[in-house]
Nanobody
Framework: VQLQASGGGLVQAGGSLRLSCAAS????????MGWFRQAPGNEREFVAA??????YYSDSVKGRFTISRDNVRNTMYLEMNSLKPGDTAVYYC???????????????????WGQGTQVTVSS
């Protein structure tokens, strides 16, 4: 599956953004979808993932971010609220054909990656 992320931008602390990830290919609904992010000088980190019926979040975004998907439009979303300067990063959407409850937060579980979209939160 090919992925195209969009929706990044510059926002003040406390503001909101919604990222989108459009997927091309068949069987979108069967994929586990997710988001990772990478801030300058940091390793890439897990943000959120969504299966057919469950969602998973990192502790740093839980309660502020919401991941969702539209299987008709083959699109995944990340609604980000109460943004902090620490959320500044390039955000990548990812997809996997299988799900592991143990390893869903690891990069190696995902074999399709989008190009990334920059999110900058000013203080």
């Amino acid at each position: 599956v090919q992925l195209q992320a969009s929706g990044g931008g510059l926002v003040q602390a406390g503001g909101s953004l919604r990222l989108s990830c459009a997927a091309s290919g068949r069987s979108f609904s069967s994929y586990v979808m997710g988001w990772f992010r990478q801030a300058p000088g940091n390793e890439r980190e897990f943000v959120a993932a969504i299966t057919g019926g469950s969602t998973y979040y990192s502790d740093s975004v839980k309660g502020r971010f919401t991941i969702s998907r539209d299987n008709v439009r083959n699109t995944m979303y990340l609604e980000m609220n109460s943004l902090k300067p620490g959320d500044t990063a390039v955000y990548y959407c990812v997809a996997s054909g299988y799900f592991s409850i143990v390893y869903y937060h690891q990069e190696s579980q995902y074999d399709s990656w989008g190009q990334g979209t920059q999110v900058t939160v000013s203080s």
